[in-house]
Each structure stands twice: as structure tokens, then as C-alpha cells.
């Protein structure tokens, strides 16, 4: 069993930076991959970024080369460096870890980006 915690969501004008964090109550590094998806009002839920155990990252068409997905073993956490925001990445952001045949979800972080 694992339990995700983000945090660093918030307000943020169009242009501008958030990093989020996923804390994780196991050790990451047994995770196959962990991701962050999001959510926005109305729509769908998308990955955004994806890294797997051996580092392989992955990232939806509309955040790459402006998000980048990082970890730290040691401290048990996953990251998303968010930069040059736009009012279209407001959402709700989930953090996903995939482990053995299980999935495991945090609870999610507001991002509001204003134009």
C-alpha cells in the first residue's frame, strides 16, 4: 500500500512558475513509473509528464519543453517543474504511482493560472 500527498499548488499569473511536489509514503524507487495527471473543469482527465524507473520520461504535446518531471529517491518524491504558465494548464493535479499490477492516486492540488 502507498499513499501520494502533493502539495504546491496555487494561484499564479499567465507566465509564471509552480513546482509541485508528490511525497510518497514507500520508496519510489520500487514504483514501475509515477506521473502527474490533471484535470480541468468540464473536462477530461490527462497525463501530463510520466517518469518510469529507469528515468524514461514522457510528456503531453501541450506541456512539453515548458514542464519537467523529476525525482528524488531520497526524500521519496516526484516533482513537476511547471514554467511559462498558461491560463489553459488551471487544473486539478494528481499524482499516479503505478506499482506491480496496482495503481495508487494522492488526493490532488488546485493550479489556477490567470491571464
Known amino acids: 500500500q502507498a499513499q501520494l500527498v502533493e502539495s504546491g499548488g496555487g494561484l499564479v499569473q499567465a507566465g509564471g512558475s509552480l513546482r509541485l511536489s508528490c511525497a510518497a509514503s514507500?520508496?519510489?524507487?520500487?514504483?514501475?513509473?509515477m506521473g502527474w495527471y490533471r484535470q480541468g473543469s468540464g473536462k477530461q482527465r490527462e497525463l501530463v509528464a510520466s517518469?518510469?524507473?529507469?528515468?524514461?520520461?514522457n510528456y503531453a504535446d501541450s506541456v512539453k519543453a515548458r514542464f519537467t518531471i523529476s525525482r528524488d529517491n531520497a526524500k521519496k518524491t516526484v516533482y513537476l517543474q511547471m514554467n511559462s504558465l498558461k491560463p489553459e494548464d488551471t487544473a486539478v493535479y494528481y499524482c499516479?504511482?503505478?506499482?506491480?499490477?496496482?495503481?495508487?492516486w494522492g488526493q490532488g492540488t488546485q493550479v489556477a493560472v490567470s491571464s
Open positions: 514507500v520508496d519510489i524507487f520500487r514504483m514501475n513509473a
Open positions: 517518469i518510469t524507473r529507469g528515468g524514461t520520461t
Open positions: 499516479a504511482a503505478w506499482w506491480g499490477l496496482r495503481s495508487y
